[in-house]
């Protein structure tokens, strides 16, 4: 199991300071991981959201970082491929989180489960380097204004299935500090390892 409760490598070396302030992963994109995300966002399987939540809650850090939080907040999908996929796997996980908290009586922060909105289309992301990615993402999502009060002077808990380079985290991030969030944080299930 890979946990990460600091910040990544593109993180460390970067000269800009990154919007996600700590970052807490449950396990390593790798096999049987990854076919088991593929299944979960790609294949109508949205019933793996409960075991993929039992094992984000397992991280060490993970509670912790939860009731700290002042609100939990899925990365959202564009209309398009939400039409498309369904459901929206980060929501899945988030609901699932909530499930698996009230189980183990751990304390979790209220959601805002559109406190962001992802209205640009883009390419996919999977074969592109970091610095596309980011390009590719500047701009894309924006707070939604009847939530920004809740957004502003909060530490928010970004929630994501998968994290490769960090770029989609990077850019909800920098939209919810824009919008006056105290802190941003992140929760995903699992991150590709440094190769």
Not at 27 to 49: E, S
Not at 68 to 90: F, H
Not at 101 to 124: F, N
Request: charged share 20%; net charge positive.
């Amino acid at each position: 199991m890979a946990v990460d409760t600091g910040r990544c490598g593109s993180c460390l070396t970067s000269k800009e300071s990154p919007a996600i302030g700590q970052c807490v992963v449950a396990v390593d994109y790798v096999y049987p991981w990854d076919h088991i995300v593929a299944q979960f966002k790609f294949r109508q399987q949205p019933g793996w959201a409960q075991p993929l939540a039992a094992l984000m809650l397992r991280a060490p850090s993970a509670g912790q970082l939860m009731s700290d939080c002042d609100a939990v907040v899925p990365v959202p999908l564009t209309p398009i491929r939400l039409a498309s996929r369904g459901y929206n796997q980060s929501w899945e996980l988030v609901k699932a989180l909530h499930r698996q908290a009230r189980r183990s009586q751990t304390k979790v922060a209220p959601t805002i489960r559109q406190a962001l909105l992802r209205g640009v289309e883009t390419p996919d992301q999977h074969s592109l380097p970091r610095e596309e990615r980011m390009r590719n993402l500047r701009g894309v999502f924006l707070v939604n204004p009847p939530e920004s009060p809740r957004v502003q002077g909060s530490h928010l808990l970004l929630v994501d299935d998968v994290t490769t380079t960090g770029a989609t985290l990077e850019a909800a991030g920098q939209a919810l500090l824009a919008a006056g969030a105290a802190r941003v944080s992140a929760l995903v299930f699992a991150r590709t390892p440094a190769a």
